[in-house]
């Protein structure tokens, strides 16, 4: 079925509900595979921007990513752990393309709270994070 805004969707439905499984691809190249609740990512799903080339894996809830899931970055990072309204918030890992990784809280995507990063070069810093900045003595 294809939606008139340009989505074409492929799955399960139950009456007028689409529910049960389902691949939704947007004009733009966008495409969701996964779980569906009345029409709407709900459960676990695979969401691909094609654009940016960023692919997340994981937990939907109400058409957001939230709960637990990995999303890999076009750029080669990587974060898996906690998320809430499409955003890292809760803990996590994240992976740099260049080597660099932290081990901690994250709050709107960014690291946030207690947590760990060491650097490609050796460097390392535990203790206090905010908006992805050291912040405090560590």
């Known amino acids: 079925w294809n939606h008139p805004l340009g989505t074409a969707i492929e799955g399960e439905f ?10 939704f691809t ?4 966008d495409r ?4 569906v609740q009345d029409g709407i990512a709900h459960g676990w799903g695979v969401f691909t921007v094609a654009k940016s080339g960023d692919t997340y894996n994981g937990s939907f809830e109400g058409g957001d990513m939230r709960g ?6 076009g750029n080669g990072d990587q ?3 906690a998320f809430d ?18 081990v901690g ?5 960014h690291a946030c709270g207690q947590g760990i990063k ?3 070069d050796g460097r390392k810093y535990t203790g206090e994070w905010k908006k992805a900045r050291e912040h405090g003595t560590g």
Do not use: C, P
């Open 14 to 23: 139950v009456g007028d509900s689409l529910n049960g499984r389902a691949t």
């Open 85 to 102: 309204k499409g955003q890292a918030y809760g803990q996590g890992h994240m992976i740099a393309s260049n080597g660099d990784r932290y």
């Open 105 to 109: 809280s994250f709050i709107d995507g």
């Open 32 to 35: 969701y595979v996964g779980q």
């Open 68 to 73: 637990w899931g990995t999303m890999r970055f």
């Open 26 to 29: 947007w004009s733009n190249g």
């Open 118 to 120: 060491v650097w490609n």
């Open 79 to 81: 974060y898996e752990g």
